[in-house]
C-alpha cells in the first residue's frame, strides 16, 4: 500500500498508538515511516523528551485500513531496535471503569453524566461502596451497585473482593470518587497505574485528612483539588490533574467543602478522560500529559 | 449638623475607617449613627463577624466635612462602650513604603510602574538591596537607593541600618521583593504587620529554598505565590494573596521561574495595593480582606 | 427590647432584606437603627451607591426574633422617608423555581443534583419542555415533569399553559436552561425579573443563533457563558454571571459545545444561587451582585 | 551523516521549522526523513490538520549540524512534492520589533522588561510615538525613540516615515503596544502578517472606540483584551491570544481600564513571544498556535 492512497478508507480504524524510549535521533522518523508503510495518515501527535529522565515520549493518533496484529508486528520490530515500550488502541473504545465510593456522589453523579452526554470514552462498569447512599444514582444510570462495608475486621475481605470484580469485570480503571477508604499497599501494588484517585486538595498541601478544615485554619485564598495516580504512598502518586477556586475569609469550612466539590469533579473529569484517551504517559513519578 | 446636609462639599474629605471588636448586636448602628452625626456620607462598607474567633470587623468610607480630632474624639468613646481597635486614614493617601530586594526586578519594576501609571497609593520612600543591580531601575523611578550588603558578620549591621532608614524615613510598610535573605526574629517583631513578603510558591507548599525546584520535581499541574505578612515564623505568615498559573510536563525548572515571576509580581501588587487601602485586617494568623 | 438584648434567641429568624433608594446620607444609620431598635444581630452587609444611576443598594442579613408583620410595618415607615424599594425574605427559604429545557440535560441536571446535595436554595416545583428526553431525569430527582410541545400554531397555547402553570404552582424563578424557544415578549414582560437564561456565549459577542459555530468560525481562543434576565430584548437583558474556558485552534465546533456545557453550567449555577439568596439588585439595566 | 550520529554536537544549531501544506498522508514521515538524514534530532514537534480548510500544519524543533543552505536546498525539494510553503529560523533568534505607542506606557514596559529579564526572544530596535511620553521609557531601556506625530494632514507623511524606519531597522515585527491612530490599508497591506495589536476588548465584544466603557454600559463580569494580527478590516484580524480578569458593578469605568491593563499586556506579551518563536500559524482568518 502506498503512503498516497486515498485516506480514510471507509474501514480504516482509528488507532491511538502510545510510546516511550530512551531519547535518541531518528524515533520519530522510524515511527512516521512505520505508519506510512501500513497506508496510516497522522491526525494527532505529540511528542517531549525529557533531559532529566533521558526518556522520549510519544502520541499518535493515525487513521490506517491495517489489521491489528500487522500493526502490532510492525511495533515488536521498532521495539528491539529502540528499546520501545508502547501500547497501542482504538481511538475512543470505552475504558471500562469501576468507581469507588462512599456518602459523596457529585464525582460520580459528574462522570456518569459525562459518560452518558459528553462522550468520556468510559464504560462504567460497576459502583462499589462502603455505604448505600449511592446505590440510586448508580441505577438510575444503570450500573451495576456492588455493597461491600469495610471494617478493620473486614477490609482484607473487602479489597479481595474488589480484586475479583476487577478481575471478573476486566476493569481496565479504578477511579476512587472520594472513597473514604485507605487501600492497602498490597492492593496499590497490584492496581499500579490503574487507579485513579482524587484529592480535596491542592497537593502537596494539606495531605491526609480533613483538608478543608487544614485549608481554612491556614487562612489560604484559593483551594484546591488534585487528581493522581495512585500509589502505596499515600497522596504522593503521580499528578495528572490539579485546579483551584478563589475563597476569601468569609467561607466557613462547610462553604469550602462544599465549593471544592465543583474543583474536584472538575479535575477528577478532566483526569478521567485523558486516561481514557491515553493522553497520560508515566516519567518516573510525574505524569506526560499530551493535551 | 444635620445628617441631611448635602455632601461631599466642597472641603470634605474622604475618610477610611478600619475596626474590630467583640461581636455584639447594635454596632453598625453605632458606628452608623457616629458618621451620619458628623455629616458623613457612607460611600462603601464591608464588615464580618467570625464565628470562631467571635470577632467583628469592619471597614467604612465615608465622606466628612469633620476635622480628624473631632472624628478620632467621637470615636474614642465608642471604643470604651465596644471594645473597639480602630484605625483612622484619609482614603487614598499614599503609604510610605520601602522595597527591599536582591537581584530579581520583576516585583520592584511592577509596584514602581504600577504607583506611577495606575495610581497604587503607595510612596516609594526607598529601596534597599544587598545587591546594586536594582539601583538603575530605583534611579529611573527616583527612587533613592541604599546599598546594604549582608553577610553572616554584618547581617546585625545591615538590620540596624533598615530599622534606622524605617524610622527616618517615617516607613509605614516594608515589601520584601524577593529579597533573598531572612529577616531575624527581632527585626520581624520589631516590624510586626508592617511587612509583606512574596513566596514563590503556592504555600503551604513547598516552604524554604527553591520551591520551583521541588514543583517541578513533585510534577505539579500548576505553579502558585503566596504574599503574607512577616512573622519569626519563616513562612507561615498570615496569608494576604495567593494566585496561580497553569504549567506542564514540557516546562523546566527555569520555565516556572519565568512564569512564576508573572504570578508573584501579579499576587504582591494586589496585596499591598490592599494593605495600602487598608483593606487587610488581621484576625489571629488569617486575615480578613475587605476587596 | 433592647439592642443589647442577648441574641440569637432559640426562636430568632435569620432575615435577609434588600433595598434601594435614591443615595442620600444617612440610610444605613436609619436601617441599622431600624433593625438594632428590633433586637437584630446583623450577620452580613453589603451596600453600593451607584454614582451614574444616583441609587443606592443594600442586603443586610439580620437574625432578630420579631415577628415579620412588627418587621414589614418599620419598613413601611422608612418607605416614606427615604423613598425606599426593599423585600424581606427569610434567609435560606428555598425559592419555588420551575426549569424549562429542550434536550441538553446539563443544566437541570447540575441544578437539581445542587440543590440536593449543596443546599443550593432552590425547590423545583417542575420541569417543563417541548420534548420528552428530559423526564427520566426529572423523574428521577422527583421533579414533576410537563411536556408542552411548540409548534407555530401552538406557540400561544403553550405559553398560556406555562403561565397558568407559574401561576398554580406559585413559581416565583424561571430558569430556561438550554431551551430552545424564544419567549413571546408578552410572556417575557409578564415574567419580568424572574426569568434566567443562560445565553452559550460570551455576551455581547455572538448573540442569537450557534454562538459556538460562530465563536469556532471567529477564531477565539476563549469560550463563554452568559446568565442574564430574559427581556423582550434577546440576549441583552441584564447579565447576572459570566465565565470562560480556554480553547484552542484543534477544537472543531462540537468540542466547543462540550466545553461549553460545563461553562454552561456553572455560570447557570452561580446565578440561580445568588437570585435565590437574593443577591441580585437590578439598577437600569445593569445588575447589583452583592456576593 | 548517518542519524545515529551523537547529537548535539559543540557546533550544533538549533533550527525551528514552520510549515502548511495540503493535508495528505505520507507529510510527518517526509519532513521527519529529512531532518534525520541531517542528523537532526527533533526536540520538539506540533502539528495539525484542519479538516475545514484540507490544510496541515507543522512545527518542528531540531538540533543538526548542518549548514543553513543545504537544509533549504532539502526542504525546495519537499516543497515541490508536497506543495509545501515553509519558514526556517534558528531557534531563540531575537525577533527585530518596533513598538508604536501613544501615551499609555503598560505595554511597551512590560515587552522591554520581559525582553530583559525573561528571554522573550524579540529585539527592540524602535519606539515610534506620536506623542513624547514615552521617550524617557524608551530610553531607560537603550531603544532609539522617534517621535512622528499624526494629523489628518500629516497622516501619510506620517506611515510613509514608518514604512522608511521599518525598512531601514530590517524590522520583522510591529507591534502596536495601545497606538490609538488606525493604520491605512495600504499600510496594513504593506506589513501584513508582521503587526499585532492589542485590541482593549474581548473581541468580537465592544470593537471600535472606548470598549471599557462599552463594557460598563453593557454591565459584563468579565473584562478582556484581544492580541491579533492587523488587517484592513479594523478589530476584524486573526486572534492570537485573548484574556479576561473578572469586575463586578462596583467598577467605574476608570476602574475597568486600569484593571484592563494587566490583561491587555498579559495577552500582547504572549502573542509576541507565540510570535517571536514562530509558533503562530495563518489557516486562513483563523490561528494555529503551537504553544
Redesign the interface.
Known sequence: MS???P?PTDDATHWVLTLSCPD???I??AV??L??EH?????????????LSGLFFMRVQVTASVARPVLEAALEALTREFDLTWSLDISGRPVRTLVMGST???CL?DLA?RQR???LPIELVAVVSNHTVLE?LAE?YGIPFHHVPVTAATKADAEARLLALVEELDVELVVLARYMQILSDDLCRALSGRVINIHHS?????KGARPYAQAH??????I?ATAHYVTGDLDEG???????ERV???R?VEDLV?LG??VER?ALARAVRWHAEHRVLL?G?????F?
Not at 485554619?217 to 484559593?222: H, I, N, S, T
Open positions: 503512503p498516497a492512497a485516506l535518541r535521533p531518528g520519530v522518523h512516521a515511516g505508519l506510512a497506508g496510516g495518515n497522522i491526525t494527532e501527535s505529540q511528542q517531549f523528551g525529557d533531559p459523596a456522589a457529585h453523579n453524566f452526554s459528553e462522550s440510586p438510575f491542592f497537593l502537596p498541601s494539606f485554619d491556614r487562612g489560604v485564598k484559593l484546591g503521580p499528578i495528572i490533574e490539579q485546579d483551584v476569601d475569609h468569609s466557613a462544599a466539590q465543583d472538575r516519567d513519578h510525574r505524569t506526560i500529559v493535551r
